[in-house]
């Protein structure tokens, strides 16, 4: 088990989890939420959940990482079924699940460079298949402009993306762990 920085075990991945639902929930929520025909408020929440998974890989490695992701994946389905609607919640964990463990596999092989390399790298790849995976699962068929849709939020994921190294420099582990 995982001791944290304050020698309580399993307080960070604990923290990590919840930080998972509670982001996956409320993206789930908000992505049907249109702020005009090319972005949704969920675009601007989701991609901090692979900020989320990028610091447990960082600090715990990638067994750790796969962890919080296929937890926060079994949680946050049911409770976005439950909030966002079946076809929502079909959509977006069948996208989290790719694209997040996509993000640990990139992450973990790009992890010997520089610092910002293997968060930046891993989060774009992953948002680009989670984007495509995510817009057209939920809202092909729809009246709803997906197309356009998809176009912004990976704009925006990209742009979080970049926004993100800040925050990822500030709350990384200083040691470095495999797994």
Same mark, same amino acid.
Request: charged content about 15%; glycine content about 8%; aromatic content about 10%.
């Given at each position: 088990?995982?001791?944290?920085?304050?020698?309580?075990?399993?307080r960070?991945?604990?923290?990590?989890?919840l930080?998972m639902?509670?982001?996956?929930?409320?993206?789930?929520?908000?992505?049907?939420?249109?702020?005009?025909?090319?972005?949704?408020?969920?675009?601007?929440?989701?991609?901090?959940?692979?900020?989320?998974?990028?610091?447990?890989?960082?600090?715990?490695?990638?067994?750790?990482?796969?962890?919080?992701?296929?937890?926060? /994946?079994? *949680?946050?389905?049911?409770v976005?079924? &439950?909030?966002? =609607? @079946?076809?929502? #919640?079909?959509?977006?964990v069948?996208?989290?699940?790719?694209?997040?463990?996509?993000?640990?596999?990139?992450?973990d092989?790009?992890?010997?460079?520089?610092?910002?390399?293997?968060?930046?790298?891993?989060?774009?790849?992953?948002?680009?298949?989670?984007?495509?995976?995510?817009?057209?699962?939920?809202?092909?068929?729809?009246?709803?402009?997906?197309?356009?849709?998809?176009?912004?939020? /990976?704009l *925006?994921?990209?742009?979080?993306?970049? &926004?993100m190294? =800040? @925050?990822?420099? #500030?709350?990384?582990?200083?040691?470095?762990?495999?797994?």
């Amino acid at each position: 088990m995982a001791i944290d920085a304050s020698g309580r075990p399993g307080r960070r991945m604990g923290l990590a989890i919840l930080a998972m639902v509670v982001l996956i929930v409320a993206s789930n929520i908000l992505v049907q939420q249109p702020i005009n025909d090319w972005l949704t408020w969920g675009a601007l929440t989701y991609p901090m959940t692979f900020l989320v998974t990028d610091l447990i890989n960082r600090g715990d490695g990638p067994k750790a990482a796969r962890r919080v992701v296929y937890v926060g /994946f079994a *949680v946050a389905a049911v409770v976005s079924i &439950a909030l966002a =609607g @079946p076809r929502i #919640a079909i959509a977006s964990v069948t996208a989290f699940l790719a694209a997040q463990l996509l993000d640990v596999r990139i992450f973990d092989r790009l992890r010997a460079g520089s610092w910002w390399r293997a968060p930046l790298v891993s989060s774009t790849v992953a948002s680009a298949l989670d984007t495509l995976l995510f817009f057209s699962l939920a809202f092909y068929g729809t009246d709803v402009p997906w197309t356009t849709l998809l176009v912004g939020d /990976f704009l *925006v994921k990209l742009a979080i993306a970049v &926004a993100m190294l =800040g @925050p990822f420099r #500030a709350l990384m582990p200083a040691r470095v762990a495999r797994g």
